[in-house]
């Protein structure tokens, strides 16, 4: 058992990823108790909103749980450029019998400057503090650090790997391009598109890198978890793997989705949030499609419109323009309980050569 896991006191090297919107504290409270490290996505949440769910998690598992925060430049609205996105969707809206926002708003704030959410975080004290996106400052780093929090980091090349490296933080999760959901790049115009097991291997092989590494996208079953710690990784984040489970909060369009032909045609698109993210093929992904030359507003700013799109067609029936977030590996998506997934997890790790601690 690695010492990243020992101090988390995780007994099984398996990360339940922080899905904004379909991780659940069941959910990660299954996983917890499972012996894995189960997360909730908080980035989309209010401070107390996140605390209800840490102590939601917390009445189902005494076990070490990951709030998850988003690290992204503030949005800054750009009326022109928000009103051409805003007239861009308005034929989609009206085939639903719906109009468009008149505004855009940043729906969603980040933690770099949400001080209410780092004071939450501080007396509510998580076992785990992971971003997405980027860093936040080093006062806010030390501040958590200083409460005993265990602070995790996504990386999706090398550089941004030094970076989370030089900021002290526990450990390093690295997002392949294979990962569904949105993408950690730190600036989201910039993607080398790394796939996982090259971007474990190049930072775990690359001199000058000592966090330890977490190895995050494509990995659905045991497999992958052992090929992952083989390449040098010391645990494995899946996400796809537990979208079809009971506790998630995805909707049944969302799972009809997920076990159609879409899982084998996912697609990176900005058209849904404003940032690159990997979607199962549905409506919305085809708009964004037809739409690549308007300019898309900034993260969050198009998930207004995003999320209110989506709620206009799932008024009529259509739940194509969801956020329907899922990796490459969608396809080996397995319907089952979060904690007995796990189970099976290790177990197909364990026969593939991995060390699992049980």
């Known amino acids: 058992m690695h010492a990243l896991l020992a101090k988390i006191e995780m007994r099984l090297p398996i990360i339940q990823a922080p899905m904004a919107g379909v991780s659940t504290p069941a959910m990660?409270?299954?996983?917890?108790?499972?012996?894995?490290?189960?997360?909730?996505?908080?980035?989309?949440?209010?401070?107390?909103?996140?605390?209800?769910?840490?102590?939601a998690f917390r009445k189902l598992s005494s076990g070490p749980l990951n709030a998850n925060l988003f690290c992204h430049t503030p949005a800054r609205p750009d009326e022109a450029r928000d009103k051409r996105w805003i007239d861009a969707l308005r034929p989609a809206f009206a085939a639903h019998g719906s109009q468009p926002p008149a505004a855009l708003r940043e729906i969603y704030r980040s933690f770099v400057e949400d001080d209410g959410m780092l004071a939450m975080l501080l007396q509510e004290r998580p076992r785990v503090v992971s971003f997405h996106f980027g860093l936040p400052s080093r006062e806010r780093v030390a501040a958590l650090k200083d409460a005993g929090i265990v602070l995790l980091a996504t990386a999706t090349t090398l550089e941004?790997?030094?970076?989370?490296?030089?900021?002290?933080?526990?450990?390093?999760?690295?997002?392949?391009?294979?990962a569904g959901g949105h993408r950690g790049i730190f600036n989201p115009d910039i993607d080398d598109a790394i796939g996982t097991l090259a971007l474990v291997r190049i930072i775990t092989a690359e001199g000058g890198v000592r966090t330890p590494v977490v190895a995050a996208g494509g990995i659905m079953d045991g497999a992958g978890i052992a090929a992952a710690m083989k390449l040098g990784a010391v645990a494995a984040q899946l996400g796809t793997a537990f979208i079809d489970c009971p506790e998630s909060s995805a909707d049944a369009g969302y799972?009809?989705?997920?076990?159609?032909?879409?899982?084998?045609?996912?697609?990176?698109?900005?058209?849904?949030?404003?940032?690159?993210?990997?979607?199962?093929?549905?409506?919305?992904?085809?708009?964004?499609?037809?739409?690549?030359?308007?300019?898309?507003?900034?993260?969050?700013?198009?998930?207004?419109?995003?999320?209110?799109?989506?709620?206009?067609?799932?008024?009529?029936?259509?739940?194509?323009?969801?956020?329907?977030w899922a990796g490459q590996g969608a396809p080996l998506c397995r319907s089952l309980p979060a904690s007995e997934l796990v189970r099976v997890l290790a177990s197909e790790a364990a026969q593939a050569g991995c060390e699992m601690a049980v």
């Open 255 to 324: 799972r009809a989705a997920l076990r159609g032909p879409s899982a084998h045609h996912t697609i990176i698109t900005r058209a849904v949030s404003g940032r690159p993210a990997r979607c199962l093929a549905n409506r919305f992904t085809q708009l964004g499609e037809s739409l690549s030359g308007a300019e898309v507003p900034a993260y969050p700013l198009a998930y207004d419109a995003g999320k209110a799109l989506n709620a206009a067609a799932k008024g009529k029936g259509e739940f194509g323009y969801g956020a329907q």
């Open 28 to 55: 990660a409270a299954a996983v917890s108790n499972a012996g894995g490290l189960g997360s909730l996505g908080l980035g989309s949440s209010e401070p107390e909103a996140a605390r209800g769910m840490i102590a």
């Open 160 to 178: 941004e790997a030094r970076i989370i490296d030089a900021a002290g933080i526990d450990g390093i999760v690295a997002q392949g391009y294979e």
